[in-house]
């Protein structure tokens, strides 16, 4: 959880394939520090490369809810 409310969790599991980008970990992390709002995180998922593909839990302090 970050000084802004917004809290993530990460669900680690499924296909196993491998692609160019950062690990899910550093991503949540560099999100959690650069992010203030619910909006630019989803933004930053979008647009960030990410390795392996994992489920990502993203709840905002105004429990606002959003699909893929």
């Known amino acids: 959880m970050n000084d802004a ?3 993530v969790s990460l669900a680690v599991g499924g296909r196993i394939v491998h692609g160019p980008g950062f690990a899910m970990l550093l991503v949540l992390r560099y999100l ?3 992010c203030r709002t ?5 933004g930053g998922l979008r647009t960030l490369p990410v390795a392996i593909p994992q489920n990502v839990t993203l709840v905002p302090e ?5 699909g893929p």
């Open 5 to 7: 409310g917004l809290a």
């Open 32 to 34: 959690l520090e650069t």
């Open 38 to 42: 619910f909006d630019e995180t989803v």
């Open 62 to 66: 105004a429990g606002v809810v959003a």
